[in-house]
């Protein structure tokens, strides 16, 4: 394999045309740069230059050598600056998490990928166990999950808080809890979790989630509320997704005495050195999901 020092002496020495000037832009002695062309030949068991006193020549072997090593060094050049840059608006960054944050966030990072354009969002909405194994093979960038990872191998950031609603359809006013039990509850894929949490601390009288009267399940974060107004009956969903809902007025969202939080954990893989496009991502996450 040619040496890339001595290479580009010898480039330098061609375009230079003198062994002195060549010295003195390398930084070098002129014998230094006299090893590096003997190096050069004795490694290529070609004679290089033609040497005439003080002048030399290129011999045939040297010519080629000339072309084709300027193509070799400039490849090198570029491949150290391609390796080298880190854009902050440039490339692609993988982000998943669950539906209600979703609603709230892609459209923020749209209006990011907007402003930059050779900015590419890859955006993926999945349950937590989901986000945690993706992060930790490392096929996400970032992740937001609902529940803080106990993978070694996923690094957990506390960014913000969401509360849990309870929401019925508009018509049934203020809920006991034997209008809800007569209602019935529309799940999701978190459903049984929100129910544990908020009807748990609010009515004395709930047990467990598998004692509600089952009336439907969605896994779609943007249709779950659609039985819930057309009063099939009640679920409890992250206040994100009941703000995405395109038809408020048919359904309420109720205050209730305890109020629930859900915290929001920002994931990123523990071992991996985020590029600057992440970090800008995830600038911008922090801000979206902290206003």
């Not at 394999?1 to 375009?15: D, G, K, S």
């Not at 832009?25 to 062309?37: D, E, F, K, P, R």
Request: net charge neutral; aromatic share 8%.
């Amino acid at each position: 394999m040619i040496n890339l020092i001595w290479l580009r002496t010898f480039c330098i020495l061609v375009e230079v045309g003198h062994f002195t000037r060549t010295a003195q832009q390398l930084h070098m002695t002129q014998s230094g740069v006299s090893q590096h062309i003997n190096k050069l030949e004795q490694q290529l068991g070609k004679t290089l230059l033609l040497r005439e006193g003080k002048q030399f020549s290129l011999s045939e072997a040297g010519e080629k050598l000339y072309v084709h090593g300027q193509e070799i060094l400039h490849g090198v050049s570029s491949l150290e600056k391609l390796i080298g840059e880190d854009p902050a608006y440039k490339g692609n960054v993988r982000v998943m998490s669950p539906g209600s944050v979703g609603l709230k966030l892609y459209p923020s990072l749209l209006n990011l990928q907007q402003r930059y354009r050779d900015l590419t969002i890859d955006y993926r909405f999945a349950p937590n166990r989901e986000i945690e194994q993706a992060i930790a093979g490392k096929h996400a960038d970032i992740g937001l999950m609902s529940k803080k990872s106990n993978d070694a191998n996923v690094r957990c950031e506390a960014i913000a808080q969401e509360q849990l609603l309870l929401v019925t359809p508009k018509y049934l006013g203020l809920p006991d809890w034997q209008s809800l039990s007569a209602l019935g509850y529309i799940n999701h894929p978190d459903g049984s979790h929100h129910a544990e949490l908020l009807l748990g601390a609010n009515f004395p009288e709930f047990q467990h989630s598998d004692l509600l009267k089952n009336q439907g399940f969605s896994n779609q974060i943007g249709l779950i509320l659609e039985p819930v107004a057309r009063g099939f009956g009640f679920t409890v969903l992250p206040a994100h997704a009941v703000a995405a809902f395109a038809q408020p007025e048919l359904i309420a969202a109720h205050p209730l005495t305890q109020p629930v939080y859900e915290t929001v954990y920002l994931g990123t893989h523990r071992n991996r050195a985020q590029p600057q496009r992440v970090n800008t991502l995830i600038n911008e996450i922090k801000q979206c999901l902290g206003e």
